[in-house]
T-cell receptor
Framework: GAVVSQHPSWVICKSGTSVKIECRSLDFQATTMFWYRQFPKQSLMLMATSNEGSKATYEQGVEKDKFLINHASLTLSTLTVTSAHPEDSSFYIC????????????????????FGSGTQLSVL | AQSVAQPEDQVNVAEGNPLTVKCTYSVSGNPYLFWYVQYPNRGLQFLLKYITGDNLVKGSYGFEAEFNKSQTSFHLKKPSALVSDSALYFCAVRAPHGSSNTGKLIFGQGTTLQVKP
């Protein structure tokens, strides 16, 4: 089945540095990618939605200059946390919907909204 | 505004006993409802969904959920819990087309299920 590969699984960085998280769709074309943020014992909060080849749409309260999203191809989306600070420490998860072999995946009912395995970011 | 509530942070059950993880929702129109499971350091995995039709839906790993429109609930259930069911469970709702949140999944805060041998 369709898989979303997310890397790295965890990253530790110094305050002020930038961190890039990648999500790749394997064996399907991710026409839409969602980026979520999850704090311990809390829900997933949608940060932004990106469609291939266009600018991401950010949710209210999410700084677009802080969290740069690039979705330049149908198989790769990246989230860059710029000038990271300790309050950016969190678990980041991507999810994707798209198409494979002419079949649309996850467009109507989201059960095929494939999730990456997440990235635990710790900013010191 | 659409919202999902999972009133229990944690549910503890003994292996072999039935389990229930509660979820209530608020959405205008007919909701699309989902349950996902998250194992440690893993992404979310789809369990089951309700779109329309029978109120009792069956999903993966023996889980089922009952849609109750009058109570706006979508509780997750399993007749006999396994230790391996221990994980974090999320209820989610997607607003139907035509609403302001079309296409977006809104998640509850999650419930940790702990099944003890």
């Amino acid at each position: 089945g369709a898989v979303v590969s997310q890397h790295p699984s965890w990253v530790i960085c110094k305050s002020g540095t930038s961190v890039k998280i990648e999500c790749r769709s394997l064996d399907f074309q991710a026409t839409t990618m969602f980026w979520y943020r999850q704090f311990p014992k809390q829900s997933l909060m949608l940060m932004a939605t990106s469609n291939e080849g266009s600018k991401a749409t950010y949710e209210q309260g999410v700084e677009k200059d802080k969290f740069l999203i690039n979705h330049a191809s149908l198989t790769l989306s990246t989230l860059t946390v710029t000038s990271a600070h300790p309050e950016d420490s969190s678990f980041y998860i991507c999810s994707a919907r798209g198409r494979a072999g002419g079949q649309t995946l996850g467009w109507m009912t989201d059960e095929k909204l494939f999730f990456g395995s997440g990235t635990q970011l710790s900013v010191l | 505004a659409q919202s999902v509530a999972q009133p229990e942070d944690q549910v503890n059950v003994a292996e072999g006993n039935p389990l229930t993880v509660k979820c209530t929702y608020s959405v205008s129109g007919n909701p699309y409802l989902f349950w996902y499971v998250q194992y440690p350091n893993r992404g979310l995995q789809f369990l089951l969904k309700y779109i329309t039709g029978d109120n009792l839906v069956k999903g993966s790993y023996g889980f089922e959920a009952e849609f109750n429109k009058s109570q706006t609930s979508f509780h997750l259930k399993k007749p006999s819990a396994l230790v391996s069911d221990s994980a974090l469970y999320f209820c989610a709702v997607r607003a139907p087309h035509g609403s302001s949140n079309t296409g977006k999944l809104i998640f509850g805060q999650g419930t940790t299920l702990q099944v003890k041998p």
